[in-house]
Nanobody, 123 residues
Framework: QVHLVESGGGLVQAGGSLRLSCAAS????????MAWFRQAPGKEREFVAG????????LYDDSVKGRFTISRDSAKNTVYLQMNSLKAEDTAVYLC????????????????WGQGTQVTVSS
């Protein structure tokens, strides 16, 4: 059974940083592209960042480019999201997702999801 478990969320002031982690189990990690999405109350789930199976391909939403960095550690079956220069509009539940084959930006294309971790940025 596949499990994706996020951690690292919390409350931070605007301009601060957080590092999210997503530990994957029950799957062959190297066969999956990984991504972070976020969902704020009353809004649709939106793509934040994605990383290819070999960590070569990277995708970012324009709203986070230059501030967020996605990475993966195959030895730990973990994907990370380093978030710097956080803004109030980054407040959301952040979810980890896994997709066989290539990176995608559309939530419906992902096979597995975590439960999410709350990130709250105070202004």
């Amino acid at each position: 059974q596949v499990h994706l478990v996020e951690s690292g969320g919390g409350l931070v002031q605007a301009g601060g940083s957080l590092r999210l982690s997503c530990a994957a189990s029950g799957l062959t990690f190297s066969n999956f592209a990984m991504a972070w999405f976020r969902q704020a109350p009353g809004k649709e789930r939106e793509f934040v960042a994605g990383i290819g199976r070999s960590a070569i391909g990277l995708l970012y939403d324009d709203s986070v480019k230059g501030r967020f960095t996605i990475s993966r550690d195959s030895a730990k079956n973990t994907v990370y999201l380093q978030m710097n220069s956080l803004k109030a509009e980054d407040t959301a539940v952040y979810l980890c997702a896994a997709r066989r084959t290539t990176i995608a930006r559309t939530a419906a294309n992902f096979d597995y999801w975590g439960q999410g971790t709350q990130v709250t940025v105070s202004s």
